[in-house]
């Protein structure tokens, strides 16, 4: 066996490794998005107590539902790569948001540890993605009049 042939085997068992930790970070992802999406949109305990607790109208969890749910719909479809963009910056924008919320009215350390795990989730899905769900980068004018940016 060649030296090429096992560098080979091991960036194909890297790149496995890679898909199988990107679709399953990803699908816990998506399951939260739907289950507290669809939670969220019914107004449906404990979020109902938490969101009255940190000050929000009873209506945001509505429309945080909804954004839940199509969160989790977008991260699952094929292709889309710039809407899927959006999606986790959406995410990591609910999530942190709900720290801030949670800090913002003097809860205790214990109530960000749920918000922080998802951001974890979120920035690993979003740093795995495998290159077909990435959008393409174009060169911005600059690197295109310079040879050196190949």
Request: hydrophobic share 45%; net charge positive; charged share 15%.
């Amino acid at each position: 066996m060649t030296p090429s042939t096992c560098l080979g085997r091991n960036q194909t068992r890297s790149a496995r490794i890679r898909v199988v930790a990107y679709w399953t970070t990803t699908a816990v992802l998506a399951a939260e998005c739907f289950v507290g999406g669809v939670m969220g949109a019914l107004r449906l305990q404990p979020f109902k107590s938490v969101v009255t607790h940190l000050g929000y109208p009873p209506y945001f969890m509505s429309i945080l539902g909804a954004c839940y749910i199509s969160a989790g719909l977008v991260l699952l479809a094929p292709r889309l790569p710039l809407i899927k963009e959006w999606a986790y910056a959406g995410l990591i924008f609910i999530y942190t948001g709900a720290m801030a919320s949670h800090i913002w009215v003097g809860d205790g350390a214990k109530t960000l540890v749920g918000p922080l795990l998802f951001v974890g989730l979120t920035v690993a899905s979003w740093a795995l993605r495998p290159p077909w769900r990435r959008p393409l980068r174009r060169k911005t004018q600059w690197q295109q009049d310079d040879p050196a940016a190949d």
